[in-house]
C-alpha cells in the first residue's frame, strides 16, 4: 500500500481507494497495544502524537514497531498553538518535533494548530504566525514533510482557523508548497459553519482529513457524562458521538472527496471515553468505507 491509497478489486477490476485510519493517539494504551488495535480494527494507517506516542529520542523504535505491524502512519500530530498567549516557545518546539518524528517514521504530514490570542488582531497574528514559522516550513520541505494546520472551531477568542477565510488567508501568507491544509469538517460544524461549503472554498489546500461527529451538550441529559465537552465561544457545549448520530454533514465531504479525486488518507477519530474507543472507531471505518472508493 502506499500512501496514496491502495488497491482493492471492484467486480473484477482493480480501481483505487483512499487509504481509511484511526487516530491511535485516543488510546491511553502503550505504544504496542495502540498499534494492536488499529491493526485488530482493520485500518489502512493511523496517526501517532507527539510527544505522547513519539519523540526525537525514541522515534527509531517506534518507527520499528510500526513497521512490524503492516500499517503506516500518515500524519504525527501535536498541539502546537503558536499564536496562543504564552504558547509560542512551546508551541514551536512541539511543531519542530513533529516534524523530526514525522521524518523518522516515513510519515507526510506533521499536523499543528495556530492556536487563540484575545487580543492580538487577525492580520498581526498571520503575520506574525507567517514569520515565525518559516524556519520549520524550510525544515518540513528539507524532510520531504507537508505541515498541516487544522481547521479549529472557537475555542477561544482570536483563532482564525476557526473560518473558511481564516484558513485561506493564513495559508496563502505562509506561501508554502508544504503548508496546507488538514480538513475536519466536526470542527467546522461545531462552530457553526456549512461544511460542504467550507470544503468547496478549501478543496484546493485539503491533503488530510478528519472524521468525527458531534452534538450539542444537554445539562440534563449529559449532567452524568464522563467524557470530552468542548466549548465553543459563539455556540456552546458540544460533545462527541459516534459518525452519523451528530451534527455533521460529513457524507457530503466524502462524496466530494471521492468526485474530485482526492486520494489521501481519512482518518476516524472519536473524542470519546475510553471503554468506547474501539466501538466508536470502527463505526467510523464502516460509516467512510460505504463512501470511499
Given at each position: 500500500?502506499?500512501?496514496?491509497?491502495?488497491?482493492?478489486e471492484?467486480?473484477g477490476?482493480?480501481?483505487?481507494r483512499?487509504?481509511?485510519?484511526?487516530?491511535?493517539?485516543?488510546?491511553?494504551?502503550p505504544?504496542?497495544?495502540?498499534?494492536?488495535?488499529?491493526?485488530?480494527?482493520?485500518?489502512?494507517c493511523?496517526?501517532?502524537?507527539?510527544?505522547?506516542?513519539?519523540?526525537?529520542e525514541n522515534?527509531?523504535a517506534?518507527?520499528?514497531?510500526?513497521?512490524q505491524?503492516?500499517v503506516?502512519?500518515?500524519?504525527?500530530a501535536?498541539?502546537?498553538?503558536?499564536n496562543?498567549?504564552d504558547?509560542?516557545?512551546?508551541?514551536?518546539?512541539?511543531l519542530?518535533?513533529?516534524i523530526?518524528?514525522a521524518?523518522?517514521?516515513?510519515a507526510?504530514?506533521?499536523?499543528?494548530?495556530?492556536?487563540?490570542?484575545?487580543?492580538?488582531?487577525?492580520?498581526?497574528?498571520?503575520e506574525r504566525?507567517?514569520?515565525?514559522?518559516?524556519?520549520?516550513?524550510e525544515?518540513?520541505a528539507?524532510?520531504g514533510?507537508?505541515?498541516?494546520?487544522?481547521?479549529?472551531?472557537?475555542?477561544?477568542?482570536?483563532?482564525?482557523?476557526?473560518?473558511?477565510?481564516g484558513?485561506?488567508?493564513?495559508?496563502a501568507?505562509?506561501?508554502a508548497?508544504?503548508?496546507?491544509?488538514n480538513?475536519d469538517?466536526?470542527n467546522?460544524?461545531?462552530?457553526?459553519?456549512?461544511?460542504?461549503?467550507?470544503?468547496?472554498?478549501?478543496?484546493?489546500?485539503?491533503?488530510n482529513?478528519?472524521?468525527?461527529?458531534?452534538?450539542?451538550?444537554?445539562?440534563?441529559?449529559?449532567?452524568?457524562y464522563?467524557?470530552?465537552?468542548v466549548?465553543?465561544?459563539?455556540?456552546?457545549?458540544?460533545?462527541?458521538?459516534p459518525?452519523g448520530?451528530g451534527?455533521?454533514?460529513?457524507t457530503s465531504v466524502?462524496?466530494?472527496?471521492?468526485?474530485?479525486?482526492?486520494?489521501?488518507?481519512?482518518?476516524?477519530e472519536?473524542?470519546?471515553p475510553?471503554e468506547?474507543?474501539?466501538?466508536?472507531?470502527?463505526?467510523g471505518?464502516s460509516y467512510?468505507?460505504?463512501?470511499?472508493v
Open positions: 500500500m502506499s500512501y496514496a491509497g491502495q488497491e482493492s471492484t467486480r477490476s482493480t480501481t483505487r483512499r487509504p481509511l485510519g484511526i487516530a491511535a493517539f485516543e488510546y491511553r494504551l505504544l504496542d497495544q495502540k498499534l494492536a488495535r488499529v491493526v485488530a480494527l482493520g485500518a489502512d493511523c496517526e501517532l502524537a507527539t510527544p505522547g506516542d513519539v519523540s526525537v522515534a527509531a517506534v518507527a520499528e514497531a510500526v513497521g505491524t503492516g503506516h502512519v500518515t500524519a504525527v501535536s498541539l502546537s498553538k503558536p496562543s498567549p504558547g509560542t516557545e512551546a508551541g514551536l518546539q512541539l519542530e518535533e513533529s523530526r518524528c521524518e523518522a517514521l516515513g507526510p504530514y506533521a499536523i499543528a494548530y495556530f492556536g487563540a490570542h484575545p487580543e492580538r488582531p487577525a492580520s498581526d497574528a498571520i504566525y507567517r514569520r515565525l514559522v518559516r524556519p520549520f516550513v525544515l518540513a528539507e524532510r514533510v507537508t505541515i498541516l494546520i487544522e481547521n479549529h472551531f472557537s475555542h477561544a477568542p482570536g483563532d482564525v482557523t476557526s473560518g473558511p477565510s484558513c485561506a488567508e493564513l495559508i501568507a505562509v506561501d508548497e508544504n503548508f496546507a491544509l480538513f469538517p466536526c467546522f460544524a461545531i462552530a457553526g459553519v456549512d461544511v460542504s461549503a467550507a470544503y468547496e472554498d478549501l478543496k484546493q489546500f485539503v491533503r482529513v478528519h472524521v468525527k461527529d458531534a452534538r450539542r451538550y444537554d445539562s440534563v441529559r449529559d449532567a452524568d464522563v467524557g470530552r465537552v466549548d465553543d465561544t459563539n455556540r456552546g457545549k458540544f460533545l462527541f458521538v459518525v448520530e451534527i455533521t454533514d460529513n466524502l462524496n466530494a472527496l471521492g468526485r474530485d479525486g482526492y486520494t489521501g488518507a481519512v482518518t476516524i472519536a473524542h470519546t475510553e468506547t474507543l474501539d466501538e466508536v472507531l470502527a463505526k471505518l467512510c468505507r460505504e463512501l470511499v
